[in-house]
């Protein structure tokens, strides 16, 4: 028998009804986008060309999927064996960002009819950051499902497939390393290239570690997040003692980040920007204080086993990270005078329909396919 | 010809001008790209210019782009607020008090042309996956191809003149952004907004003429009589003569942002005319590049991680599997 087993239930309730009208109020939104164009139903403008669909949907959504990265690296590299149980439902959290993520793309692309010249080699362009994130983003959706299968495989009760696919599975999670290792850091190298137009509070050429650090604390990060919602929701036992380590590895790799990025604004002279009396300060100091927030949470031993204290700063570093990310590419942007950005209500309903998607896709797998650990293995 | 003293001096000064305003050690770096062999450009002087708009005419026949409407609604001429989808050449006026002398920065006013500058290292070239972006290896003209554009606008995001613009309100649209009439030229003839210049201030020729060019404007007395030349450089077309005019001493585009082949003089500073002050002289895609070939040269680092993550997962896998299948049994 397996360890895994379908959490069961009913599937239709409220609040699945609910996440569904706003599923398919994104879609009839994205509808009127395909008909008229992104223009007419989104904020975005040549002043801010990019905007929350990328950063939220796709740079944001991908990093919550960094889950499945995050947990890998402590079980399969640093062979911390007791975090398994948390493996599968982590692959899953980054099977679905990472798909939405890709869908979101399609639907922000303004020419996606032409995104076959991405694997042209005619028309590759090797110097590109965004070719590197796009291949990469590309393999690892493919990599996440063959993780997955496994799940898929025992539903169907097909023994033999699962052993063999068991025997060669090491091999796409080597590579699951990789690929985010370097697309989760290119989607901080995308900001170099634009030079002046990003605030000196973010534009650095330590970007790219900076969002990986970042990435994979808000993997670790959505763990705790996730697990104790589920527990809470669908009545299952907390793993308190489980994402209590976890909390620590989370805790090592977000001192990690805050230390690099507290010695690169101090080597570049930027901290004076932080004092400026404007919105991008003022973001600097919220998104500072996010990160923060977890360090003095978890500092004490006996706080890291406070289920209510995982929640919070596993909540607040995934808020950290997306106020991050935005700070980096739509707030620390600098279009020239005349230019403004705020999300019109079309754009953030699709955004909203987007996640609402990820979650119905959480609770249809959770409850129909062997993902959660069995309960009383704790 | 070696460098003199001074010469490395200023070089050095320059350099080291360029890495503060960066402000970073510029640590991961490709060497800047070369001016190409047979850049042609433009040479755009702000105090010749009177505002006509009639490269803007031009631009829109030869291009063939759509007439823009707006504020009142139902005006019946042409009225970009700036280059967009629409319009990819524009003459703009720079204002600041009473508005009343040309050319003068307090209570005064200039124009501005504004349109590709066909950067000699171009960011949107770098950016873009699909090499829709092209640098013409001779003439360094920038060219846009929408035929294989996916039309994910990072060069609208990181061109740093802001000149690519996308078409939001077109449900196929496409980038749109000057492309030095290159349909015009291939047939011998002269940029459209060169072409019916009246005064000279907008010039066609070879980069290195116009460079000339320009550095005998701004070597000139103000005041003094001189003979500007207009349209090509390269024809003997009628010239004009003006007097010259208190220029500030600098060609904007000789090293901003490793060099444009659209070059600017101008009477008022150039930031108020809108293009920014303060670069360094190497183009951003200077870092975003050395990053990434620093990391990815070869896939020398990704295989050998990856080597690395084999053998840890496979050794951690088969204990596991070990594990599971004792469970099992």
Not at chain 1, 326 to 334: A, E, K, L, M, V
Not at chain 2, 107 to 128: E, N, Q, Y
Not at chain 2, 156 to 170: A, I, L, N
Not at chain 2, 266 to 276: C, E, H, T, Y
């Amino acid at each position: 028998m397996s360890e895994h087993v379908p959490v069961g239930g009913r599937l239709i309730t409220k609040p699945f009804t609910i996440l569904i009208l706003l599923a398919m109020l994104a879609f009839a939104i994205l509808v009127a986008r395909f008909l008229f164009g992104l223009g007419s139903v989104t904020a975005m403008s040549d002043g801010y060309p990019w905007g929350i669909w990328i950063v939220i949907d796709v740079m944001i959504g991908t990093a919550f999927g960094c889950a499945g990265y995050s947990v890998a690296l402590l079980v399969y590299v640093m062979n911390k064996g007791e975090y398994h149980p948390l493996v599968r439902p982590a692959v899953m959290a980054g099977l679905f960002g990472y798909t939405l993520g890709g869908i979101a793309v399609m639907i922000d692309l303004g020419r996606y009819w032409q995104f076959w010249t991405l694997l042209w080699p005619g028309y590759v362009n090797l110097n590109s950051v965004m070719l590197e994130v796009a291949w990469c983003v590309m393999a690892y959706i493919v990599v996440l499902w063959i993780e997955f299968t496994p799940a898929f495989l025992e539903r169907l009760g097909m023994k033999n497939l699962k052993q063999k696919l068991s025997k060669l599975l090491f091999l796409f999670i080597a590579v699951g390393v990789l690929l985010p290792t370097m697309h989760q850091s290119s989607l901080g190298t995308l900001a170099t290239a634009v030079g002046f137009k990003i605030s000196p509070l973010w534009q650095t050429q330590m970007v790219p570690l900076l969002f990986l650090l970042s990435a994979v604390v808000m993997g670790y990060a959505i763990v705790p997040f996730e697990s104790i919602l589920s527990a809470l929701g669908l009545k299952r036992p907390f793993e308190t003692k489980l994402l209590g380590k976890l909390s620590a590895a989370m805790l090592v790799v977000l001192i990690a980040y805050l230390v690099v990025r507290v010695i690169d604004l101090t080597w570049r002279g930027a901290w004076g920007y932080a004092f400026e009396l404007n919105t991008q300060a003022i973001m600097f100091w919220v998104e500072m204080a996010l990160f923060v927030a977890p360090v003095l949470m978890l500092m004490s031993p006996k706080n890291i086993y406070n289920p209510r204290l995982q929640f919070l700063s596993g909540f607040s570093l995934l808020l950290a990270g997306s106020v991050y990310r935005i700070n980096t590419y739509i707030i620390g942007y600098d279009a020239g005078p005349g230019w403004s950005y705020f999300p019109s209500a079309g754009e953030i309903m699709v955004t909203v329909g987007v996640f609402s998607f990820e979650v119905i896709l959480y609770l249809f797998f959770v409850k129909k396919l062997p993902v959660l650990h069995r309960a009383e293995a704790h | 010809m070696g460098l003199n003293r001074r010469d490395f001096l200023k070089l050095t000064a320059a350099g080291a001008a360029g890495a503060a305003v960066a402000g970073d050690a510029a640590a991961l770096q490709r060497p800047p790209l070369e001016m190409p062999p047979e850049a042609v450009g433009m040479l755009y002087d702000s105090t010749l210019c009177i505002g006509c708009k009639a490269c803007m005419v031009a631009c829109k026949q030869a291009n063939n782009m759509p007439p823009d409407f707006r504020v009142p609604e139902n005006t019946t001429w042409d009225q970009p607020l700036d280059i967009d989808g629409k319009t990819l050449n524009i003459i703009k006026v720079y204002r600041q008090g009473t508005a009343e002398v040309k050319d003068r920065e307090t209570d005064g006013f200039a124009f501005v042309k504004r349109h590709c500058l066909h950067c000699v290292d171009p960011s949107c070239i770098s950016v873009c996956p699909v090499s829709a972006m092209t640098k013409d290896p001779l003439t360094g003209i920038v060219e846009h191809h929408e035929d294989r554009c996916i039309g994910c606008r990072y060069c609208v995001y990181g061109c740093p003149f802001s000149v690519p613009k996308y078409e939001f309100d077109d449900p196929l649209g496409q980038i749109q952004k000057c492309e030095f009439c290159v349909h015009l030229q291939a047939k011998g003839l002269t940029p459209a907004c060169c072409d019916v210049c009246p005064t000279g201030a907008t010039l066609f020729g070879k980069v290195s003429d116009l460079k000339e060019e320009a550095k005998r404007r701004l070597a000139a007395k103000p005041g003094d009589v001189y003979v500007f030349p207009r349209g090509n450089l390269d024809e003997n077309r009628p010239t004009h003569e003006a007097t010259i005019p208190s220029y500030l001493q600098r060609l904007y585009g000789d090293k901003e942002l490793g060099g444009t082949q659209v070059l600017y003089l101008s009477a008022v500073p150039f930031d108020k005319l809108g293009l920014p002050d303060n670069v360094p002289d190497y183009g951003y895609a200077t870092i975003s590049e050395g990053i990434q070939h620093t990391l990815y040269q070869w896939m020398i680092a990704p295989a050998a991680v990856l080597a690395g993550l084999l053998y840890v997962v496979r050794r951690n896998t088969q204990k596991d599997a070990e594990h599971s299948g004792r469970d099992e049994s």
